[in-house]
């Protein structure tokens, strides 16, 4: 039995049927496309043009060709300007490094910056005078609305298609589609703030005749203008997130070295790129972030997932408590004169940068430099790079850090930055005498026959011991109270994240610090003969002077790969700062327990061990730090650190990362009454006895 208008032999039920009523869709898009580009190119031109003079003149006429150093400066300053002075430090010294990884992912990451920078600005451009339409006329709202919801439902890779089509592979279509989905929640917000104000003050204004313009410009955007900065954040986040999608594209910058790790199975250009491509997106999120967020930047960017549909929950207020000034506590006699103790020590140690750290041979630079292991007659001092090198610069560093510390602490009673304090001081001398003892455990460099100390690190350590005794008797004496009442409940993830940080430090300890692949280090007494032999051979015969050749350097990379120096922190050779770092991590481990909440610990002991922990850590990292830094800037070629001393560095911050929210919530400002902080504490105590066992 035939159906009507069907091929005889295919029935109604059958699948085969369908064919007899295809709609030929694809068909009409294919025809539609063809005649845009026929009869619009004039005005696709127009679309692309904005997008081909941002990226040709911001990206690749300045940015690329300008030197690293201005933009780390620019980069240092805005920060500065636009956040603190501490986001601005920040926000250089990650550029910067990303710079250190090499000039290929320098530019790229200057693509990377350019790109996302050229998306916002657009967005910008559209989104916010949009939303200021819409908030202000809700018939033009009930019209964009639902095609901001289609930008969003829609994937990014069904709507990537037209454009390729109509603008071909490249930075362009990729920077469209970036916009397409980053656009969305700054329009929303937009208009949300405009929403938000209160009637009450706009409809004051415009009965003191003001008229709509200044009504727009005097009160409207100014009260809206926390809701479009949270736009323009969140614009910024999704950005960031489409970078993958982009490179997929042909866009440049670091989305596409991962991009092309992942193809090609790279696990070393996949790390480089990736750390460099996170740390551009924190430092671009940091800047642009509301100045009371302190949430990470991979939370955030789930936030602006979550809520790109509705980002109002963005909006909403913190706890009241946390945004209050209070009156700031004077300075003390014996908090004052620990903090001058320890500024005093701080500048001992910054002059013993300036004496000599070493002699006869280089400490450090021994193990990376061959011409370094015999330097007889010459002394080195604390910054130079046979001498203290990277540790001594930590030294001088943290030096002037306690020193700003004790200046802000004693002047100002430390309002100005919050570490710029009592336990600020402390946690900068405890990295200081860190980095100092670390260099004394160094052990010399294979070969090195004759070496000594100079007396620049015994003066460093003398202002070192100094600066943490000032210190530690400062945040003994310092009448800090907490921003908001603390829990009284056992921290269990502070301790769960100092374990992890113990066991990844213990982990680094055990791992490669120095991997040495240099020709004098793995050619073998029967490879030199075999190589020796190849060379007589080819001088005989020039026929076979190139497989000899190609022969050696076969045989050479042979053995810089199974036959290279690995050294770690405990052989005798290597580092020799296994037994420093297992100190300083389990130290750090026995004060996570007060720091906890274990043992009943109050709340000052609670942020006294946390001051401990953050200042733990710091020293961890900076000798961590200060052996990579040192061994980069001298080593030969075939000579690296290894992965020891990274994990490490890991471990410390982690250390830093257990205790810094505890810290971080004590203040010399009294936030409440302590009357207050009194009830609460007894409402929680009656309330845990109330619980059914």
């Not at 710079?99 to 916010?128: H, K, M, P």
């Not at 008797?473 to 409940?489: E, G, N, Q």
């Not at 961890?620 to 560095?649: H, N």
């Not at 409440?672 to 059914?692: C, I, K, Q």
Request: charged share 15%; hydrophobic share 55%; aromatic share 8%.
């Amino acid at each position: 039995m035939s159906g009507i208008g069907l091929a005889q032999d295919v029935g109604l039920l059958e699948n085969d049927a369908l064919d007899e009523f295809t709609v030929p869709f694809g068909a009409w898009i294919d025809q539609s496309v063809d005649w845009i580009d026929n009869n619009l190119g004039w005005l696709l031109d127009a679309i692309e043009w904005p997008f081909t003079f941002l990226l040709s003149n911001l990206v690749d006429d300045f940015l690329i060709k300008i030197s690293w150093f201005w933009i780390v400066i620019g980069f240092v300053l805005i920060g500065a300007l636009v956040r603190n002075v501490r986001v601005g430090l920040f926000a250089g010294a990650a550029l910067a490094f990303c710079g250190i990884l090499g000039d290929n992912y320098w530019i790229e990451t200057a693509r990377t910056i350019g790109f996302i920078l050229v998306a916002v600005l657009l967005c910008a451009l559209i989104g916010i005078p949009v939303g200021v339409a819409c908030g202000r006329i809700d018939g033009l709202w009930s019209v964009v609305r639902p095609v901001l919801d289609a930008m969003q439902v829609v994937h990014a890779f069904v709507y990537m298609l037209p454009f390729i089509f109509f603008f071909g592979i490249g930075e362009e279509a990729a920077t469209m589609v970036t916009m397409v989905f980053a656009l969305p929640p700054l329009i929303r917000l937009t208009n949300l703030g405009i929403r938000q104000v209160p009637e009450d003050v706009v409809e004051a204004a415009r009965a003191y005749g003001a008229a709509e313009r200044r009504v727009l410009f005097d009160v409207q955007l100014p009260l809206a203008s926390p809701a479009i900065m949270t736009g323009l954040n969140q614009t910024l986040l999704l950005s960031i997130s489409m970078l993958g999608i982009a490179a997929i594209m042909g866009a440049g910058g670091l989305g596409r070295l991962l991009f092309r790790a992942i193809t090609n199975l790279d696990v070393g250009l996949a790390a480089s790129a990736g750390l460099a491509f996170f740390l551009v997106a924190v430092v671009l999120d940091r800047i642009s972030q509301p100045e009371d967020s302190d949430q990470p930047l991979l939370g955030r960017i789930a936030a602006a997932w979550r809520h790109r549909n509705d980002p109002s929950p963005l909006l909403a207020p913190g706890d009241d408590r946390s945004g209050t000034d209070g009156e700031a506590v004077a300075v003390t006699g014996r908090e004052r004169s620990g903090l001058l103790l320890a500024a005093a020590g701080a500048l001992v140690a910054a002059v013993a940068t300036a004496l000599p750290w070493g002699k006869d041979a280089g400490l450090i630079s021994s193990h990376a430099r061959a011409a370094d292991t015999d330097l007889a007659g010459s002394d080195f001092n604390g910054i130079s790079a046979s001498g203290g090198s990277w540790f001594g610069l930590i030294v001088l560093g943290l030096a002037v850090w306690l020193l700003l510390a004790v200046a802000d602490t004693v002047r100002r009673r430390s309002r100005g930055g919050r570490f710029l304090s009592a336990d600020g001081a402390l946690i900068a001398a405890l990295g200081m005498l860190g980095s100092v003892v670390a260099y004394l455990a160094i052990s010399p460099g294979a070969g090195v026959e004759s070496y000594s100390d100079g007396i620049g690190v015994w003066v460093a350590i003398v202002g070192a011991l100094l600066a943490v005794a000032g210190s530690l008797v400062a945040v003994l004496d310092a009448p800090f109270t907490p921003i908001k009442p603390l829990s009284l409940d056992i921290a269990w993830g502070r301790v769960i994240g100092a374990v992890i940080a113990g066991l990844v430090v213990l982990g680094g300890t055990v791992a490669g610090w120095s991997f040495d692949a240099r020709a004098e280090s793995v050619i073998t007494p029967e490879l030199q003969a075999e190589i020796d032999e190849l060379e007589r051979e080819a001088e005989l015969n020039p026929a076979v002077a190139l497989e000899n050749a190609n022969i050696i350097q076969n045989r050479m990379n042979q053995a810089r790969r199974t036959e290279r120096v690995i050294n770690d922190a405990w052989t005798a050779d290597g580092a020799g700062l296994g037994l420093l770092i297992v100190v300083l991590a389990g130290l750090a481990l026995v004060l996570t327990v007060p720091a906890a909440g274990l043992g009943g610990a109050d709340d000052m002991a609670r942020w006294r061990a946390s001051v401990g922990v953050l200042g733990l850590g710091a020293a961890l990292m900076a000798v961590a730090a200060g052996w990579i830094a040192s061994l980069l800037r001298v080593a030969d070629p075939g000579f690296v650190s290894g992965v020891g001393a990274f994990l490490v560095f890991v471990g410390g911050f982690f250390f830093l990362g257990s205790a810094r929210g505890m810290v971080a919530n004590m203040d010399r400002a009294r936030r409440y009454d302590d009357t207050d902080a009194l009830l609460e504490r007894e409402a929680v105590e009656v309330d845990t006895e109330l619980v059914p066992v």
